[in-house]
């Protein structure tokens, strides 16, 4: 009768091996695998494929097989593993799975540390500038890396991206008499040469101001460089905030980016979500990127460009903020209008009487549901013997909800 098992094999060669899938191994008569889990089994006696160098001979042979198969794997073959080709190019009815312990598992037991929070990223025959937003968007990653992109090469992007504050686990040759773990800096790490078996682990450590931008809204203006000070206010930025109600996964536009201080306050709410940030203005997109590595944003793309022209090439947004328009709201906000899903949000901050009219009247031609806050903002000098207060032109916020 025929039947296709596909174990996983553990960490210490036979000794992981559960006596169901040693029952198993033993009844066949097709053994599958690579160089190094056939030499675990000598004496085999049915027939052998190596699978390291054809996958698609693979296929063919257990299409053509009637027999029992076995297809040996490392670890879980449906994690970055066999697994996934064989589902593909097979019935799934005729697939067995046994999985086994991973090297991933394996290296956070060594490292004594909790996995159910991490997220997993093979960059074994990938790009790597996804791979590299991914981890830089999560405090905990777990890398299985090729020969092209190692940890030295990881190590290197990710301190271009300004992002060094991780701890590294470099974990090598698992399982093995050579099993290494070696602690290290992200700068270390960069210059360090890694065994071709390992698995890379990452850990964010948050210095104390860091933690204090991550868990609160409201990062203090001086805290940005911009351009004469011409920046979404601290309480505006919060209320905006609130006004576009964002969810984790959601794809927000801010048009108008300026200090990009939006952006940088959204991407902590948006842990798996894609901020793009719009700015015309040469000094603006200057200051934008060294507010970007200092505030070390996860995911904020700096679109440079005049809007509406450059929003052609952007994903559909689920939720737009409009900070500044340079003298083209109407087009801005027509395109925003065809591109934004029903039930998505736009939110509009405006400074004179204006700009308000004419989104107003935009939106209220458009079917959208529209409301309008005025904000106030005054606040006490610091440094001087009285305390007055000073007062800040007043800002309108709109909200436009499309029908």
């Not at 000598?42 to 699978?51: M, S, T, V, Y």
């Not at 777990?142 to 470099?170: F, K, M």
């Not at 868990?215 to 805290?223: A, K, Q, R, V, W």
Request: hydrophobic letters at 40%.
């Amino acid at each position: 009768m025929k039947s296709i098992h596909v174990i996983g094999a553990g960490i210490d060669g036979h000794e992981d091996f559960s006596t169901q899938a040693q029952e198993l191994i033993r009844s066949a008569d097709l053994l599958c695998a690579g160089e190094r889990l056939l030499a675990l089994f000598p004496d085999f006696a049915g027939q052998k494929l190596c699978i390291d160098k054809n996958l698609n001979e693979l296929a063919d042979t257990l299409k053509r097989h009637q027999g029992r198969s076995v297809v040996l794997a490392s670890g879980d073959p449906l994690f970055f593993g066999i697994g996934r080709y064989l589902l593909r190019n097979l019935p799934d009815t005729l697939l067995e799975f046994l999985p086994n312990v991973t090297s991933v598992q394996y290296a956070f037991a060594k490292i004594r540390e909790p996995w159910d929070d991490a997220i997993f990223v093979s960059v074994h025959g990938r790009g790597l500038p996804k791979s590299i937003d991914r981890i830089i968007a999560n405090d905990k990653a777990a890398i299985l890396t090729d020969t092209v992109n190692t940890p030295a090469v990881i190590a290197r992007t990710l301190l271009e991206r300004g992002c060094s504050g991780y701890r590294a686990y470099l974990c090598e040759d698992l399982g093995t008499k050579q099993e290494r773990i070696r602690i290290m800096t992200i700068p270390e790490l960069a210059t360090t040469a890694a065994a071709p078996l390992n698995v890379l682990l990452l850990l964010r450590e948050f210095d104390e101001e860091e933690q204090a931008y991550v868990s609160t809204l409201g990062i203090p203006d001086d805290e940005f460089v911009t351009v004469k000070k011409l920046i979404t206010k601290e309480e505006i930025r919060v209320v905006t905030l609130a006004k576009l109600k964002l969810r984790h996964d959601m794809c927000l536009w801010d048009i108008g980016a300026g200090s990009g201080s939006i952006s940088i306050e959204a991407d902590h709410l948006l842990p798996n979500g894609r901020i793009f940030a719009v700015e015309r203005n040469e000094e603006c997109r200057r200051f934008i990127k060294q507010n970007l590595q200092k505030f070390k944003t996860r995911n904020v793309q700096l679109v440079e460009g005049d809007a509406p022209q450059c929003l052609e090439e952007l994903p559909d947004p689920d939720r737009i903020f409009i900070g500044g328009s340079g003298g083209h709201l109407w087009d801005i906000l027509q395109i925003s209008d065809q591109r934004l899903a029903t039930g998505g949000r736009i939110v509009l901050n405006a400074i004179t009487l204006d700009t308000l009219t004419a989104a107003n009247e935009f939106f209220g031609n458009a079917g959208y549901e529209v409301e309008v806050v005025t904000v106030n903002i005054a606040r006490t000098r610091p440094l001087t013997s009285y305390k007055m207060f000073e007062a800040y032109n007043p800002v309108y916020i709109l909200t436009a909800v499309k029908e």
